[in-house]
């Protein structure tokens, strides 16, 4: 788990041009909208791309985003259990 | 008379205000690290700058000059300030890079969609500034459009106080230039830097 913690937040930094920032800035228990990171809604809509494109998984409910998006920690958990690649 | 008041000018990486040069980069660096460099120069503290685009990037940096009162003291509080924007480009190349993520594989970019269009440069300026008045975008081949001067002018007479931002702006092909201006009406032509005419402004766009 903790590889793809480490490989998530990169691909976070990657796509959401985090400019300056490194996998250890990110804390993955920290509250990834709102405070913590401080994404807004079109960084959620490039994290669902990023979990399609990756790791083959298609978002069919928008309320489940509320949960897997809470953290990094989640979005790893929901990444393994559900993964198609 | 409208007069420009302030201006800034940033291309060929260099950054000047009022006739000033107050940042200039290594030549060497390409247009989106320049493009940093003076953000930091600026020593601002935005991080959304680093997702805009580099049209976005390229006006809202020219914007900062003038509206944060960095080296005037100047403290902005006209919220009602219209916002008007000249670009030859328009978005084009944040279009085509959108483009070449609905390729093969089918995976558009929303943080790459939501800047093809050029207009989203004021957005972002009027989100950071808490501007409220009008903002209008033209995309024309030649700054010297008789119409869109005429067309500003008619907006900063209108607007209370009669005080305007404009940028006039192109980005493609990796390379940017923004003059911007704030303008205003006066009494007296002593009370501003130079007219705001076509001649004037391509005097000084030809100037640096």
Do not use: W
């Amino acid at each position: 788990m903790e590889e793809l913690i480490l490989k998530l937040k990169e691909q976070i930094i990657e796509v959401l041009n985090l400019e300056g920032m490194t996998p250890e800035d990110i804390d993955e228990n920290a509250p990834l909208f709102g405070e913590g990171l401080g994404l807004d809604s079109i960084d959620a809509l490039e994290l669902i791309v990023l979990m399609e494109k990756n790791y083959g998984i298609k978002l069919q409910d928008a309320n489940q985003g509320r949960e897997i998006f809470r953290s990094v920690s989640c979005m790893a958990e929901y990444i393994s259990k559900n993964r198609k690649f | 008379m409208i007069l420009v008041s302030k201006y800034c000018v940033m291309r060929r990486h260099t950054l000047i205000e009022d006739g000033k040069l107050i940042f200039e980069s290594n030549p060497d660096l390409k247009y989106s690290e320049f493009l940093s460099a003076v953000y930091r120069n600026l020593q601002l503290q935005y991080p959304k700058f680093f997702k805009m685009d580099e049209l976005s990037k390229t006006g809202f940096l020219a914007a900062e000059v003038l509206l944060s009162g960095r080296t005037d003291n100047r403290n902005l509080q006209n919220e009602n300030m219209p916002v008007y924007m000249i670009c030859r480009s328009s978005s084009l190349e944040t279009d085509e890079n959108f483009e070449l993520t609905t390729g093969a594989e089918y995976f558009p970019s929303p943080s790459v969609f939501v800047y093809t269009l050029p207009n989203i440069v004021l957005g972002e300026i009027a989100i950071k500034n808490k501007l409220y008045g009008e903002n209008t975008c033209f995309v024309c081949e030649d700054f010297a459009n008789e119409i869109v001067f005429d067309y500003i002018c008619q907006g900063v007479r209108s607007a209370c106080p009669n005080e305007a931002l404009v940028l006039f702006i192109d980005q493609y092909h990796g390379v940017g230039e923004v003059l911007a201006v704030l303008i205003s009406e006066q009494r007296n032509e002593n009370d501003g830097i130079t007219g705001f005419t076509i001649e004037h402004i391509n005097e000084l766009l030809n100037k640096h």
